[in-house]
Every structure is written in C-alpha cells, then in structure tokens.
C-alpha cells in the first residue's frame, strides 16, 4: 500500500451510493454481517447480539479536481457535522422511516434523505485527506 498522504482540493460531481451508514466492527471498522438476534465480524472475528452493534458513515463520492475524476469514499466521524447526527442515531432514523412507510429494504436510505445528501454535497467544492 502506498503510504504517501495529501490533500486534494475537488468538486464533488456524484453521490455513488444511497446506503450512507453501515454496522461497522468497534474494533478493526470492518463490515459487520448482521442477522436478526446477532453480529459477526469476518475479519477480525468479534460476535455480539445485533442490537449492540455500532454504526459507522460511508459516503461514496465522485470527484473532480482542475484535471482528474477519482472515486473516493469518505468514512467515519467527519461527516457527523453535515448529517447532524452520528451514524447510529441517523440509521435508527431510517430503520423508523422504513417501519412507517412499510419499505422492505432498510439498508438504503429514504429518497428524501439521498436528495438532501445530494444536494448538499453536489457541486460543493472540499478539501479531501488522500
């Protein structure tokens, strides 16, 4: 793996993906498998019951600088401030959204919500750590 970092200043062209949070493992962020009663990390082997699982933000983004176009996914904590709430309080939100409206897929977020990440973020221009 290439350990050079940077700073790369682009415009966000696309939001890639309408599932926003995802149940991430407290201790290596991997993702968690979830069935209804338990959890199950793959990669790092830690178990727990379902309802003690942790969530974490996932926003897959197009962007472009003044030459190039990268797909780039932003995780974690950072992008508490421009949902407003950390990731478990948000996917709570969508699992009451998804049990009022009747939808069958919790995992993607309610179109409203895709809208406002979009609008948000689309056409803004951010300085990403690379």
């Given at each position: ?23 991430a493992c407290q201790k290596c962020y991997s993702r ?50 421009f949902f407003g709430v950390d990731a478990a309080n ?13 939808e069958a897929n919790t995992d993607a977020s309610p ?20």
């Amino acid at each position: 793996m290439n350990s050079v970092r940077g700073l790369l200043s682009a415009s966000v062209i696309s939001v890639q993906d309408s599932c926003f949070v995802y149940p991430a493992c407290q201790k290596c962020y991997s993702r968690l498998i979830l069935d209804s009663r338990r959890f199950n990390c793959l990669k790092c082997g830690c178990t727990g019951e379902a309802k003690d699982a942790s969530y974490r933000y996932r926003l897959s983004l197009k962007i472009a600088d003044t030459r190039d176009l990268f797909d780039i996914t932003v995780f974690g904590s950072c992008l508490d401030p421009f949902f407003g709430v950390d990731a478990a309080n948000l996917q709570r939100c969508i699992q009451d959204f998804s049990q009022l409206s009747g939808e069958a897929n919790t995992d993607a977020s309610p179109g409203v919500l895709v809208q406002a990440v979009e609008t948000c973020f689309i056409g803004k221009r951010f300085i990403f750590g690379v």
